[in-house]
């Protein structure tokens, strides 16, 4: 029989779909990547997130409430140290990230805490200076949530101190290159 008659075997139609497939798996993959956009790294806060922190800190204050914002940006390495906290440094866990995978490190995070009258900073959450029976840390809590911010005290792994403006973009975004816009 000529070459050119004969029937494809079981080998070669298991070896065509091999190939086939790891083309579409090739193809879907190359789909799904995003290109890295060449962009420097923030350095600051971004605007946004600055103005709504001074709407923030000026909202509590109306209602007898002092705050202090105690973190905001925050470079890779700074970071990565907080990371080391509770692992290969002394201390406490404070963070579940490293450099480049928190909001902070895009200037889109603020931490805070209270003041008190004679100046310390305190975290506590029960506390209530301005006597309205209504928790001072939860009354910041909900004029940051009007102002569009996002609280970590509503995830799996509690950050209370921690609000943040994602803009719609997950760190992979982030990493990728993409920004929000400097105004809303």
């Not at 000529?2 to 879907?28: E, H, Q």
Request: aromatic share 10%; glycine share 8%; with cysteine.
């Amino acid at each position: 029989m000529s070459a050119s008659k004969r029937k494809p075997t079981a080998n070669s139609w298991i070896l065509f779909l091999l190939v086939m497939g790891a083309c579409l798996f090739i193809y879907f993959q190359s789909e799904n990547v995003k290109e890295k956009k060449n962009v420097p790294l923030p350095t600051k806060l971004h605007p946004v997130v600055e103005k709504d922190k001074e709407k923030l800190i000026k909202r509590a204050k109306d209602k007898g409430i002092s705050i202090v914002v105690t973190d905001g940006f925050r470079t890779f390495k700074e970071q990565d140290k907080l990371y080391a906290k509770g692992r290969s440094e002394e201390g406490d866990i404070v963070t579940t990230v490293r450099g480049g995978e928190s909001y902070h490190n895009y200037g889109l995070a603020i931490d805070f805490a209270l003041k008190t009258t004679n100046g310390d900073v305190v975290w506590d959450m029960q506390r209530d200076s301005n006597r309205n029976g209504k928790a001072d840390w939860m009354e910041v809590v909900a004029i940051a949530k009007d102002l569009g911010f996002s609280w970590g005290g509503d995830w799996e792994f509690k950050d209370y101190p921690h609000l943040q403006k994602d803009f719609g973009l997950s760190i992979e975004d982030l990493k990728n290159g993409d920004r929000p816009p400097e105004q809303e």
